[in-house]
Structures are given as structure tokens and as C-alpha cells.
């Protein structure tokens, strides 16, 4: 015991690793907030940096560049509506008619705020309980991935904001659109029609910023003599009642995010849409109607996101076994640096699981205070006028998108996706849920299909299956349950409306 | 006129002296067609620092997934064959022209090296029924329903099931999954029986005694997990005309880039490999160090290719028969 | 004022509710159609897959494609059963404004420029005519500083940061 907090202690007395963690962290918030820029692409670029650098050195700057990349993401989704990240996708759905409002400012100022906490609450959760998370995530067997993709999926009628028809529609083409390219697992090819840039797919990044980005900018120019609205930047920082009010919900979604993060196979993008989902479910009246300003709306999704940040290392440290994409390649970084990473990790080498904690921890502070510094500088890219910022924002969604992959080819889908998306805006289809289907359709599918191989292909096998497992069962009745709170029986019997 | 006649004096002067200078010059691009995180990419930016070290440029290292890495390999056969395209590949390709994905595979290409090769393991979960290789094969043939792990055709867990079923006569229930990593955490919560999958994926957690490793598809025993039996010692003889067979990861240029730059890239490649720090990353890893390089790589290549095709095409899986191509049955 | 007033003063009537339009937009059925015709399309490319079981990989694009001309359908029966734009209202003067059709033209020629200017010298251009055009024709200098502040942060974060090899 006296060991580990030496251990934990070491960063905090280190000023060099001190150092690249801040760095870090204000290198991943830009990094974040730059759309096609991602905190996967900064830490694998940072293991051939870091090659020749002592592992705790190379491990100090990757966390600092993955917790500051997470939060990065809202800030672009809050100002601009385009996310940063697939983890901000939520995020902007109230943060950018806050930012419309002239609350940029008061938005921003309380994601960092809660961001700090959920992010404490994931490494609080990594510290105390990360074997018996981890050995509980195993147990979630393709079925159950599958559930919770449907669950995810539910959210299309929650984040239209319109016609639900339309919102459906759109989020079933993105479904279909996601089908797109080689199957990773069978390798058959569905709707390539012998193209190769179409066997590679499209990928969801591709298409959030066409859908988001240039149909924001294309929208904008209906009106482009409009002025940007003058942001309120008196009160960055929630007072106390402001914090306590929404304590309850940001635990709760910090809790989601610290889960579904410790899901292998789930991240940050998954768990702050089902935490938004959640929190719209649950909040019955909040001030604001949600998609037009709900503070709510901002808490969920971005403390689902940090939580999910210790919620990935737990699956990794404990077992090897990777949360989400960034934690992927930080394995690979420690087997690089001679460390075998996997169920011998925290017998073999204790400290790293107490470093990382602590270099977790020291992100988390140093993500609080460089993002409120950082709340002014940011809040007047929106003051810009349109004229000018719109096409700096074409050409950012041009470069961002070719630097995924390096592709042309990528770049006319973006913009294909810009087009789109401006035509579906005009007629009351809402984009968020077809961005939304094209993330979660393969998780569906796949899911789906694995589940359907384990029960032999026969029907009642598969059906069986959702009562005879508890974790199965649970998300079935969830799921039931999400479906009748629609009807209007339920609204009747809890006395709504 | 004068003007004309200089500038295209100074373009020939200039054209001249870019072909004299030495290679490199100017940094080199290299394409890993796997994803960030997976095992290619590991081996792969394990081995480029340092042999960008011994270049004096760097390689810019660059993740072009897709079509089981067809994207990338058509990138570098498409670039100019200068030597600053590089392609870090895995065995893939060797199924391109089967599977009608892609016409070119590494016949357009030049081996700079093979870094290291991947042999199959079988494991079961820690807590399983099969003790030992010759239970799962006996249990199969009884005919009792095994739920066993695969990826899509192509991958080296699809291949090596297709291998066992083919020798033994038995059939397995196949649970297709995206990749090596999401098969094993499945097999880790019990949600299928056994997988074969890649000794890189897996030696981790057989060391860490969280899964149990019941053969490795081999002719000898693997250094980093000696306690694994081959199948040869289950089932001696019957793997013969298909083993040595494993999965590879190297380094390969486009076939008729100068002769001066490959040497250069060999060289370099190979300092890198022989450096210790290699050498443990390959051992913590699981992997096999191969080292392979000119016609030995070469060898390696078309041995794998022989085995893979035609096991390919005998499960159906391939679009067209391997004979097309006049690649040879093992 | 406090934060709840300035929330309540500006937030627009309860949206959470869906209210359908009185009047249909100009080319609305159209595009409902092209929905319709896109679910068709996605049925049929989904008949040459593999279809043998339950698990086969033509479940799911089947199912969406299902979903997508119901959705369609529904969607054009709505959009029939509304009130007629005002006559003269197109739908190509509705969807693109000016503005809109200067800048998506933008957009395609700089597409196709790419490749032959390179990164820097189309996106400049781009950027430089992209605020003049929105100025109206004003501020011709203010263009070229900001458009090249712009460039340069851009380029020095992707090229040189991230090593991304520009176009």
C-alpha cells in the first residue's frame, strides 16, 4: 500500500513529467478541437516521437494528449457545430444553440467543469475497482453488444427534434450507408460495385464533417449578411448552485462513461450519446427544452466522455485488453518499450498501474485550468464574422478530412456529405441521427450476426438467448422499458402532459 | 530564346543532379495496412525508428486501412517506384487475386525484408473442457457443437480453422469476428469455445494464464510460450505438406525502384532488426523473428501463398481457382 | 438579468413537441422520392449478397432498405397532404440561393483545382474569393491578410505537426 502511493506520487514530484503532461494535455485540446484531428492519430504519431524516451516520459505525454483530446472535441462542437471528435457529437447539439444565444462562454465554462469531475470520477473508478469492472465487461457477450447498439439506435427518435418519420429515415440511410465496404467479418463485399475506395468504406469521420461542418457553413450562407452573435463571456465559471444542480446527472453519466468505456469495443463516441439519451429520458423539464440550450444536454454527454477515458484503461491494465482505439496503441507503445502488456502487467510491473493513475489525475487538473484559460480566447472564433470564418471552416473541413487517411477520394465524400446534409436540413431531416446510424450500424450488425452464429442460426436459439442470460435480460427489459415510456399509456399513468 | 534555352539547361542540370544525389533525400513515406493498435502496426513502428535512423531522413509512418490492406497496397503500387513509398505489409495480399479483390499483390512488389512471422495458436478458455489438442479434435468428431472463433477469409484464424477442419474431417460452429483482438476477448468471457488465432495476439494472455494455449500450428515449440505443444506432437505427420505456415510482417517497395535505394532500405531494415531492443519487443510480442530478405524472402512469400490459396479456394472461400494464377498446391 | 431569464428570454417556442409545417417546401415530395428510390436501390444491390442464413450479411442492408422506403413513403403521403407552396416558389430557388450556388461552385472548381495548384495555392485562392464574394466585393486587402493567417496556421499544424503530405 505504502508502495503505491509512492508510486502515485512520483509524477507529481517529477516537474520534467509534470511538464509534458500540462504540455500534453494543451497540445490534445487543440488537437480535439481541430476536426479530422484525432487523439488516436497524436498518440500514434507520438510512439515513434517518444521511441527513444524513457516509458514513463512517452507514457506522460500520450495521457495527457488523450484526456486533453476528449475535451477538445466540444469546443468546436459548442462554437462552430462541427464536433472535434465523434464524442462531441452530442455535445453540440445544445452547446451550439447556447453558443447562437451569445452562452458560449457559460457553456464552455461548465463542460470544463464537469469534464474535471467525470474525468476524476473514471480515475477514482480505475483506482479502486478496476479487476472487478474488468472481469464484468467480459462478460458481455455479442448479444449484449448488440442490445446496447439498439439501445443507441432508440436515440434517433430523441435527437431529431422534428418530424420522427424523418428522423428515422435519416438515421436508417446512415445505417445503410455504414454497410458501405469490405464486412470485417466475412469479407464480403456490399455495395462497392468493384470499386476499391469503396471497399475501404466511408468512414464516419468523413462523413460527421460533411454533415455537420460544410452543411453548417452552406446553411450560414442562405443568410450570410446575418451577424455573429456577441458572447457573454461575464460568467465563465458555474457558481456552486449551478454545480450542485447538476451533480446527480453528472454522476450518473460519468458512471455510463466510466462503463461503456471499459466495454472493449465501446468508447467515448458511444458512451456520451446513450448518457445524452439518458439524460433526456430522465430530465422531464429541463429549463430549456433539450436541442435548443438545455444545459443538461452539454453535462451528459461531456462528463460520459471523460469518464470513459479511465473507464478504457481498466480493461486495458488489468487484462491487455484495449477500451477503445487511443488505449489500443498505448499497448502497442509499452510492448515497444519492452513491457508485456496484459494479465501480468500489475504483478509484474505495479508501478505503471499507480503512474498512470496519478498521471491521469494530474491531466485531469491540468485539463480544468487550461480550459477555463482557454474559454475566451475560444469564444471569440464565434465573434468572427461569418464572412470570413465560414470559409476558413470549408477549408479546415477539406484538410481535416484529407489528413484521415490521406485521401481525395475522401474529400469528395465529405463534401458530397456537406451537400446532403444542407439539402436534408431544408427539408426537416435532421443529421445528428444519420451521423448517429452510421457509427452504431456495424456495431449492430455485426453484433447481430455474431449472436445469430452462436445460436446456430435457428431463431428460437437466438430469441432464447435474450431471457437466459441476466445481463441479456436486463438490457432487453431496458430496452422494453425505453420503448413504453414513448407510449401515451406511460404519460398518462406518471401524469405527464 | 536565350531565356528558353537556359531555363531548360538549368532543368536538365537540375533533373541530373536529382539523380545523382544520394538516396534518400528527402523523407519517406510508409504506409502500414493495418490499423493503429494492431500487430502489424506495432512491428511496424517498432522497426522504422530506428531504421530511419540509419537512413539520416524519416519515415513518415501512416495507417491506410481498408480491403484487408488492399488500399494501402495499391497507394504504393500507384506511387513512383522511387523508394520513398514504402509499404509495411502483412500476408494479405497473397489473397488478392483469389478473392477478386485487388489484381496487384506483392508480384508488383520487391521484399525489402521480413521482420517476423505470426504462427497460429488454438486456445481455449482457462476454465475449458479440452485439456489437450487431441480433446477438441475428438470432441468435434463426435460431433458435439464447438463454437469456434474466426475472422473474414483471408485473416490467419479463417485459414488455420479451414487447416484443421480439412485435416481432421470436422466441422466446427464458425463465429465470424472483426479481427484477432475481439475473438480472444470473447473466448476470455466464454462466449465461444476455442479460436485459432495469431501467437501475437495471443501469447500475452497465455503467459498471463488468463486463456490456455492447447497447440500452436508449428513444427517446433515457440520460445515465448514453451509450455505449448505443437499439433505435429498431437498428431504426428498429418500437418506435414502444409507447415511451415504462418503470417508475416515486412517491409516492400514497388517493383523497379533502383537497386541502390533498396540496398540502402535493406541495410537500414536490418540494423533495425538486429538491434536488441528488437529482439525483445519481437519476444515480449510472441512473435518469431524472420529476418528474410532477397529471394529467401521470396520463398517465404510464395510458400505461405501455395498453403493460403488453396485452402482458401477448398473451403470456398475464393472467387477464383489458385491454378488461374498458377500458384502451386502445397 | 440572471442566467434563467436569459435563457428564457431568447429560447424559442417548445420544439420538443413536433409541430408538422402547414405548408410544404418547394421540391419536398421530390426529395421524399429520391429517398424512396435510394431504399429501392439499396433492396435490390442487396439481392446479390450472400443470403443463405439468418447471419448472412444481406439481413441488415435488407432491413434498413425496408425501413427506408416505409419511412419514405410515409414522408411523401405527408408532404402531399400539406398545403401547396406559394406559386412561383422552385424548388432550385428555394435549395440554392445565390450565395449558395456561388459557393458550391466554389467548392467544386477548387475540388478539381486541387490537384493541379496543390494545397496551399487553391485553398488560398479559395479563401481569398470565398470573403471577398461574401463582403460584396469589399475589404479586398483584410481578404488577403486574414486568408493568409488562416493558411499558414493550417499548414504548419497538418504539414508540419501532424506530417500529413498535403494534396
Same mark, same amino acid.
Given at each position: 500500500?505504502?508502495?503505491?502511493?509512492?508510486?502515485?506520487?512520483?509524477?507529481?514530484?517529477?516537474?520534467?513529467?509534470?511538464?509534458?503532461?500540462?504540455?500534453g494535455?494543451?497540445a490534445g485540446?487543440w488537437v480535439g478541437?481541430i476536426p479530422g484531428l484525432s487523439g488516436t492519430m497524436a498518440v500514434s504519431l507520438l510512439i515513434s516521437f517518444t521511441f527513444s524516451w524513457?516509458?514513463?516520459?512517452a507514457?506522460?505525454v500520450m495521457?495527457?494528449v488523450?484526456?486533453?483530446a476528449?475535451?477538445?472535441?466540444?469546443?468546436?462542437?459548442?462554437?462552430?457545430?462541427?464536433?472535434?471528435?465523434?464524442?462531441?457529437?452530442?455535445?453540440?447539439?445544445?452547446?451550439?444553440?447556447?453558443?447562437?444565444?451569445?452562452?458560449?462562454?457559460?457553456?464552455?465554462?461548465?463542460?470544463?467543469?464537469?469534464?474535471?469531475?467525470?474525468?476524476?470520477?473514471?480515475?477514482?473508478?480505475?483506482?479502486?475497482?478496476?479487476?472487478?469492472?474488468?472481469?464484468?465487461?467480459?462478460?458481455?457477450?455479442?448479444?449484449?453488444?448488440?442490445?446496447?447498439?439498439?439501445?443507441?439506435?432508440?436515440?434517433?427518435?430523441?435527437?431529431?427534434?422534428?418530424?420522427?418519420?424523418?428522423?428515422?429515415?435519416?438515421?436508417?440511410?446512415?445505417?445503410?450507408?455504414?454497410?458501405?465496404?469490405?464486412?470485417?467479418?466475412?469479407?464480403?463485399?456490399?455495395?462497392?460495385?468493384?470499386?476499391?475506395?469503396?471497399?475501404?468504406?466511408?468512414?464516419?469521420v468523413?462523413?460527421?464533417?460533411?454533415?455537420?461542418?460544410?452543411?453548417?457553413?452552406?446553411?450560414?450562407?442562405?443568410?450570410?449578411?446575418?451577424?455573429?452573435?456577441?458572447?457573454?463571456?461575464?460568467?465563465?465559471?458555474?457558481?456552486?448552485?449551478?454545480?450542485?444542480?447538476?451533480?446527480?446527472?453528472?454522476?450518473?453519466?460519468?458512471?455510463?462513461?466510466?462503463?461503456?468505456?471499459?466495454?472493449?469495443?465501446?468508447?467515448?463516441?458511444?458512451?456520451?450519446?446513450?448518457?445524452?439519451?439518458?439524460?433526456?429520458?430522465?430530465?422531464?423539464?429541463?429549463?430549456?427544452?433539450?436541442?435548443?440550450?438545455?444545459?443538461?444536454?452539454?453535462?451528459?454527454?461531456?462528463?460520459?466522455?471523460?469518464?470513459?477515458?479511465?473507464?478504457?484503461?481498466?480493461?486495458?491494465?488489468?487484462?491487455?485488453?484495449?477500451?477503445?482505439?487511443?488505449?489500443?496503441i498505448?499497448?502497442g507503445a509499452?510492448?515497444?518499450?519492452?513491457?508485456?502488456?496484459?494479465?501480468?502487467?500489475?504483478?509484474?510491473?505495479?508501478?505503471?498501474?499507480?503512474?498512470?493513475?496519478?498521471?491521469?489525475?494530474?491531466?485531469?487538473?491540468?485539463?480544468?485550468?487550461?480550459?477555463?484559460?482557454?474559454?475566451?480566447?475560444?469564444?471569440?472564433?464565434?465573434?468572427?464574422?461569418?464572412?470570413?470564418?465560414?470559409?476558413?471552416?470549408?477549408?479546415l473541413?477539406v484538410i481535416g478530412t484529407y489528413a484521415i487517411q490521406n485521401s481525395v477520394?475522401d474529400v469528395?465524400?465529405?463534401?458530397?456529405?456537406?451537400?446532403?446534409?444542407?439539402?436534408?436540413?431544408?427539408?426537416?431531416?435532421?443529421?445528428?441521427?444519420?451521423?448517429?446510424?452510421?457509427?452504431?450500424?456495424?456495431?449492430?450488425?455485426?453484433?447481430?450476426?455474431?449472436?445469430?452464429?452462436?445460436?446456430?442460426?435457428?431463431?428460437?436459439?437466438?430469441?432464447?438467448?435474450?431471457?437466459?442470460?441476466?445481463?441479456?435480460?436486463?438490457?432487453?427489459?431496458?430496452?422494453?422499458?425505453?420503448?413504453?415510456?414513448?407510449?401515451?399509456?406511460?404519460?398518462?399513468?406518471?401524469?405527464?402532459? | 530564346?536565350?531565356?528558353?534555352?537556359?531555363?531548360?539547361?538549368?532543368?536538365?542540370?537540375?533533373?541530373?543532379?536529382?539523380?545523382?544525389?544520394?538516396?534518400p533525400e528527402k523523407p519517406i513515406q510508409g504506409y502500414v495496412?493495418?490499423g493503429a493498435?494492431?500487430?502489424?502496426d506495432?512491428?511496424s513502428r517498432?522497426a522504422a525508428p530506428n531504421a530511419a535512423d540509419?537512413l539520416g531522413k524519416s519515415i513518415i509512418m501512416q495507417n491506410k486501412t481498408?480491403?484487408?490492406?488492399?488500399?494501402a497496397?495499391?497507394t504504393v503500387?500507384?506511387a513512383?517506384?522511387?523508394g520513398y513509398s514504402i509499404l509495411f505489409?502483412?500476408?494479405?495480399?497473397?489473397?488478392?487475386?483469389?478473392?477478386?479483390?485487388?489484381?496487384?499483390?506483392?508480384?508488383?512488389?520487391?521484399?525489402?525484408?521480413?521482420?517476423?512471422?505470426?504462427?497460429?495458436?488454438?486456445?481455449?478458455?482457462?476454465?475449458?473442457?479440452?485439456?489437450?489438442?487431441?480433446?477438441?479434435?475428438?470432441?468435434?468428431?463426435?460431433?458435439?457443437?464447438?463454437?469456434?472463433?474466426?475472422?473474414?477469409?483471408?485473416?490467419?484464424?479463417?485459414?488455420?480453422?479451414?487447416?484443421?477442419?480439412?485435416?481432421?474431417?470436422?466441422?466446427?460452429?464458425?463465429?465470424?469476428?472483426?479481427?484477432?483482438?475481439?475473438?480472444?476477448?470473447?473466448?476470455?468471457?466464454?462466449?465461444?469455445?476455442?479460436?485459432?488465432?495469431?501467437?501475437?495476439?495471443?501469447?500475452?494472455?497465455?503467459?498471463?494464464?488468463?486463456?490456455?494455449?492447447?497447440?500452436?500450428?508449428?513444427?517446433?515449440?515457440?520460445?515465448?510460450?514453451?509450455?505449448?505443444?505443437?499439433?505435429?506432437?498431437?498428431?504426428?505427420?498429418?500437418?506435414?505438406?502444409?507447415?511451415?505456415?504462418?503470417?508475416?510482417?515486412?517491409?516492400?517497395?514497388?517493383?523497379?525502384?533502383?537497386?541502390?535505394?533498396?540496398?540502402?532500405?535493406?541495410?537500414?531494415?536490418?540494423?533495425?532488426?538486429?538491434?536488441?531492443?528488437?529482439?525483445?519487443?519481437?519476444?515480449?510480442?510472441?512473435?518469431?523473428?524472420?529476418?528474410?530478405?532477397?529471394?529467401?524472402?521470396?520463398?517465404?512469400?510464395?510458400?505461405?501463398?501455395?498453403?493460403?490459396?488453396?485452402?482458401?479456394?477448398?473451403?470456398?472461400?475464393?472467387?477464383?481457382?489458385?491454378?488461374?494464377?498458377?500458384?502451386?498446391?502445397? | 438579468?440572471?442566467?434563467?431569464?436569459?435563457?428564457?428570454?431568447?429560447?424559442?417556442?417548445?420544439?420538443?413537441?413536433?409541430?408538422?409545417?402547414?405548408?410544404?417546401?418547394?421540391?419536398?415530395?421530390?426529395?421524399?422520392?429520391?429517398?424512396?428510390?435510394?431504399? *429501392? /436501390?439499396? +433492396?435490390? @444491390? $442487396? %439481392?446479390?449478397?450472400?443470403?443463405?442464413?439468418?447471419?448472412?450479411?444481406?439481413?441488415?442492408?435488407?432491413?434498413?432498405?425496408?425501413?427506408?422506403?416505409?419511412?419514405?413513403?410515409?414522408?411523401?403521403?405527408?408532404?402531399?397532404?400539406?398545403?401547396?407552396?406559394?406559386?412561383?416558389?422552385?424548388?432550385?430557388?428555394?435549395?440554392?440561393?445565390?450565395?449558395?450556388?456561388?459557393?458550391?461552385?466554389? *467548392? /467544386?472548381? +477548387?475540388? @478539381? $483545382? %486541387?490537384?493541379?495548384?496543390h494545397f496551399p495555392?487553391?485553398s488560398?485562392?479559395?479563401?481569398?474569393?470565398?470573403?471577398?464574394?461574401?463582403?460584396?466585393?469589399?475589404?479586398?486587402?483584410?481578404?488577403?491578410?486574414?486568408?493568409?493567417?488562416?493558411l499558414a496556421a493550417l499548414v504548419a499544424v497538418f504539414r508540419y505537426v501532424f506530417l500529413v503530405i498535403l494534396p
Amino acid at each position: 500500500m505504502m508502495n503505491n502511493l509512492q508510486y502515485f506520487l512520483i509524477p507529481f514530484l517529477d516537474w520534467h513529467i509534470m511538464g509534458l503532461l500540462w504540455g500534453g494535455v494543451l497540445a490534445g485540446i487543440w488537437v480535439g478541437a481541430i476536426p479530422g484531428l484525432s487523439g488516436t492519430m497524436a498518440v500514434s504519431l507520438l510512439i515513434s516521437f517518444t521511441f527513444s524516451w524513457e516509458l514513463n516520459n512517452a507514457l506522460a505525454v500520450m495521457c495527457g494528449v488523450f484526456v486533453g483530446a476528449v475535451y477538445g472535441g466540444a469546443i468546436t462542437a459548442i462554437l462552430l457545430n462541427i464536433p472535434g471528435a465523434p464524442a462531441a457529437i452530442a455535445t453540440g447539439m445544445d452547446g451550439y444553440p447556447l453558443a447562437k444565444k451569445g452562452l458560449a462562454g457559460k457553456a464552455i465554462g461548465l463542460c470544463t467543469t464537469v469534464s474535471f469531475f467525470a474525468s476524476m470520477v473514471g480515475v477514482v473508478t480505475l483506482a479502486v475497482a478496476a479487476p472487478i469492472i474488468a472481469n464484468f465487461a467480459l462478460k458481455f457477450s455479442p448479444r449484449d453488444f448488440f442490445l446496447l447498439a439498439a439501445m443507441g439506435i432508440l436515440l434517433i427518435g430523441s435527437i431529431g427534434g422534428g418530424d420522427p418519420v424523418k428522423g428515422i429515415m435519416a438515421g436508417v440511410v446512415g445505417i445503410l450507408i455504414s454497410m458501405v465496404g469490405m464486412d470485417p467479418s466475412t469479407g464480403e463485399l456490399r455495395y462497392t460495385f468493384g470499386n476499391l475506395n469503396l471497399m475501404a468504406g466511408i468512414s464516419f469521420v468523413t462523413a460527421m464533417i460533411g454533415l455537420f461542418g460544410v452543411s453548417e457553413a452552406l446553411t450560414q450562407f442562405r443568410d450570410s449578411r446575418a451577424k455573429s452573435p456577441k458572447q457573454d463571456l461575464t460568467k465563465i465559471m458555474p457558481d456552486w448552485t449551478t454545480f450542485k444542480k447538476y451533480l446527480p446527472l453528472a454522476l450518473r453519466s460519468s458512471a455510463i462513461g466510466v462503463f461503456i468505456g471499459a466495454l472493449p469495443g465501446t468508447g467515448g463516441d458511444v458512451a456520451a450519446l446513450l448518457a445524452y439519451d439518458q439524460a433526456k429520458r430522465t430530465i422531464r423539464h429541463p429549463e430549456t427544452p433539450f436541442g435548443q440550450g438545455a444545459l443538461e444536454g452539454i453535462v451528459a454527454p461531456e462528463t460520459a466522455n471523460k469518464g470513459a477515458i479511465g473507464g478504457a484503461f481498466i480493461p486495458m491494465l488489468t487484462l491487455g485488453i484495449p477500451g477503445d482505439a487511443i488505449t489500443a496503441i498505448m499497448i502497442g507503445a509499452l510492448f515497444i518499450h519492452g513491457l508485456r502488456p496484459g494479465p501480468m502487467l500489475m504483478i509484474e510491473t505495479p508501478h505503471l498501474f499507480w503512474m498512470i493513475v496519478s498521471m491521469l489525475t494530474i491531466s485531469s487538473v491540468a485539463l480544468f485550468v487550461l480550459g477555463l484559460l482557454s474559454v475566451r480566447p475560444f469564444s471569440k472564433i464565434i465573434e468572427i464574422p461569418k464572412s470570413i470564418i465560414m470559409p476558413v471552416v470549408i477549408i479546415l473541413s477539406v484538410i481535416g478530412t484529407y489528413a484521415i487517411q490521406n485521401s481525395v477520394t475522401d474529400v469528395f465524400y465529405m463534401i458530397g456529405f456537406g451537400a446532403l446534409g444542407y439539402f436534408m436540413r431544408l427539408y426537416g431531416y435532421p443529421t445528428g441521427p444519420m451521423v448517429l446510424g452510421i457509427i452504431l450500424g456495424p456495431l449492430l450488425d455485426s453484433n447481430y450476426r455474431r449472436a445469430m452464429q452462436g445460436a446456430e442460426n435457428e431463431i428460437a436459439q437466438f430469441i432464447a438467448g435474450f431471457f437466459t442470460s441476466p445481463i441479456s435480460l436486463f438490457l432487453t427489459l431496458a430496452i422494453a422499458f425505453m420503448l413504453f415510456s414513448q407510449t401515451k399509456t406511460y404519460r398518462k399513468l406518471r401524469g405527464i402532459d | 530564346m536565350k531565356r528558353v534555352v537556359g531555363s531548360a539547361l538549368l532543368f536538365v542540370l537540375l533533373a541530373a543532379g536529382a539523380a545523382f544525389a544520394e538516396y534518400p533525400e528527402k523523407p519517406i513515406q510508409g504506409y502500414v495496412m493495418w490499423g493503429a493498435g494492431g500487430a502489424l502496426d506495432n512491428v511496424s513502428r517498432a522497426a522504422a525508428p530506428n531504421a530511419a535512423d540509419a537512413l539520416g531522413k524519416s519515415i513518415i509512418m501512416q495507417n491506410k486501412t481498408g480491403a484487408t490492406g488492399a488500399i494501402a497496397l495499391t497507394t504504393v503500387a500507384n506511387a513512383a517506384a522511387d523508394g520513398y513509398s514504402i509499404l509495411f505489409g502483412a500476408e494479405n495480399p497473397n489473397l488478392y487475386k483469389v478473392t477478386g479483390i485487388s489484381e496487384f499483390d506483392y508480384d508488383q512488389f520487391d521484399p525489402i525484408i521480413l521482420l517476423m512471422a505470426n504462427v497460429g495458436v488454438v486456445v481455449v478458455p482457462k476454465d475449458s473442457p479440452y485439456k489437450t489438442y487431441a480433446d477438441l479434435i475428438a470432441a468435434a468428431k463426435s460431433g458435439k457443437t464447438i463454437n469456434m472463433g474466426s475472422t473474414g477469409p483471408g485473416g490467419l484464424p479463417y485459414v488455420a480453422t479451414n487447416m484443421i477442419q480439412k485435416i481432421h474431417g470436422v466441422k466446427f460452429n464458425l463465429v465470424a469476428f472483426d479481427g484477432e483482438g475481439p475473438a480472444i476477448t470473447a473466448l476470455m468471457g466464454g462466449h465461444i469455445d476455442a479460436v485459432a488465432v495469431g501467437l501475437l495476439a495471443a501469447s500475452t494472455y497465455i503467459v498471463g494464464d488468463t486463456i490456455s494455449g492447447l497447440a500452436v500450428i508449428s513444427p517446433e515449440r515457440i520460445e515465448s510460450v514453451k509450455n505449448v505443444p505443437t499439433v505435429l506432437e498431437a498428431f504426428p505427420g498429418e500437418y506435414d505438406s502444409y507447415l511451415p505456415w504462418g503470417a508475416f510482417f515486412g517491409v516492400f517497395v514497388k517493383k523497379g525502384t533502383p537497386s541502390e535505394a533498396q540496398n540502402k532500405l535493406k541495410e537500414a531494415f536490418l540494423k533495425s532488426y538486429n538491434d536488441p531492443r528488437f529482439a525483445e519487443f519481437a519476444d515480449k510480442m510472441g512473435g518469431v523473428k524472420l529476418g528474410l530478405t532477397g529471394d529467401d524472402a521470396r520463398k517465404y512469400i510464395e510458400q505461405n501463398k501455395s498453403v493460403s490459396a488453396w485452402l482458401l479456394y477448398d473451403a470456398g472461400g475464393a472467387k477464383v481457382s489458385p491454378e488461374e494464377f498458377k500458384i502451386p498446391r502445397p | 438579468m440572471s442566467d434563467e431569464q436569459i435563457l428564457n428570454a431568447t429560447a424559442p417556442a417548445d420544439l420538443s413537441v413536433y409541430v408538422p409545417e402547414k405548408v410544404r417546401k418547394p421540391g419536398e415530395i421530390g426529395f421524399a422520392l429520391l429517398g424512396i428510390i435510394f431504399g *429501392l /436501390l439499396g +433492396y435490390y @444491390f $442487396a %439481392l446479390d449478397m450472400t443470403h443463405d442464413s439468418y447471419s448472412a450479411p444481406s439481413v441488415f442492408p435488407k432491413i434498413a432498405s425496408t425501413i427506408i422506403v416505409l419511412c419514405g413513403l410515409v414522408s411523401l403521403v405527408k408532404a402531399i397532404k400539406r398545403e401547396a407552396p406559394a406559386a412561383g416558389e422552385t424548388a432550385f430557388g428555394y435549395l440554392l440561393p445565390k450565395d449558395v450556388i456561388v459557393m458550391l461552385v466554389m *467548392l /467544386l472548381v +477548387y475540388c @478539381f $483545382a %486541387l490537384p493541379i495548384l496543390h494545397f496551399p495555392l487553391a485553398s488560398y485562392a479559395f479563401m481569398v474569393i470565398g470573403m471577398i464574394y461574401l463582403h460584396g466585393g469589399k475589404k479586398i486587402i483584410q481578404s488577403f491578410i486574414y486568408s493568409g493567417i488562416a493558411l499558414a496556421a493550417l499548414v504548419a499544424v497538418f504539414r508540419y505537426v501532424f506530417l500529413v503530405i498535403l494534396p
